[in-house]
């Protein structure tokens, strides 16, 4: 097979994942990202077992597994405690459900590739396609030409946008907070859900010391009333969700958390 030339925008984790896999298959692969330092986006993150099987074709399960931690089960609560749902993860001996700081697994993504193959501040504008191969223009006028391209710069996606220009971005009707928390008294030692007239709460311990809290209210689109909202805020809003859910709330730091409309 001739050398072939691959280009992924994004240095996100899918576009790392996919970085591993190819240069694994003795593929090489230059990674494009828009922003001036590579940095971890959100907080916590669920792998399911076809994630970690993924990771285990590429070499790197031991790390992530020591990273993260196992996730034994998952249940679903209404607003007044009682249990919707509950699933148990049999996985002793095999490959489980995983939970882990999206930071630690992008850092250890990252330890597995060379640094030069990573282009920082290439902000993709616009992409071009030919018999010879794919063209790609960025905002700093530097183009890079190459044989395949691999999307993978998230929902405001140059090339989506270059392949299917008709897509249109749906919202998903709720306004979203997350944060990544200490745990020091074990206040969370399951995952959960809970779901109630004011809106869903997710819990996940991460690690041994940290907890990864979501909350979800539905608002509509760029709805102003939540813009500034403060996680003294979230804890009023579900002071009747039960324990331990507005102490959580209420202990988190406002430099800790972030939103998404």
């Not at 790197?60 to 509950?86: C, H, L, N, W």
């Not at 530097?142 to 395949?148: A, E, F, I, L, T």
Request: overall charge neutral; charged content about 20%; glycine content about 8%.
């Amino acid at each position: 097979m001739k050398n072939i030339s691959v280009a992924i925008v994004g240095g996100g984790i899918a576009g790392l994942t996919t970085a591993i896999a190819l240069e694994n298959k003795g593929i090489h692969v230059e990674v494009y990202e828009s922003s001036n330092s590579i940095h971890a986006a959100g907080a916590g993150l669920g792998l399911g077992i076809n994630a970690m099987l993924a990771f285990n074709a590429l070499g790197i399960y031991d790390e992530v597994v020591a990273a993260g931690k196992q996730m034994p089960s998952f249940s679903i609560y209404d607003d007044k405690g009682g249990v919707i749902t509950r699933t148990e993860f049999k996985s002793e001996g095999e490959i489980g459900n995983f939970v882990i700081h999206r930071a630690d697994l992008h850092h250890i993504l990252l330890s597995k590739l060379n640094p030069k193959q990573i282009h920082l501040g290439k902000k993709l504008e616009r992409v071009e396609q030919s018999a010879e191969g794919v063209s790609l223009y960025f905002m700093d006028d530097s183009p890079v030409h190459c044989d395949y391209l691999i999307a993978a710069e998230g929902i405001h996606s140059v090339v989506r946008n270059y392949v299917a220009p008709e897509s249109k971005l749906r919202y998903s009707g709720y306004t979203c907070w997350r944060a990544v928390v200490n745990n020091p008294h074990k206040l969370i030692e399951e995952t959960s859900e809970t779901w109630g007239r004011k809106g869903r709460i997710g819990m996940v311990q991460i690690n041994q010391d940290q907890v990864y809290w979501f909350a979800c209210i539905n608002a509509k689109k760029k709805d102003q009333r939540f813009k500034n909202v403060t996680p003294e805020f979230l804890a009023t809003h579900f002071s009747e969700y039960p324990k331990p859910i507005p102490a959580l709330l209420r202990n988190t730091p406002a430099s800790a958390y972030c939103i998404t409309i």
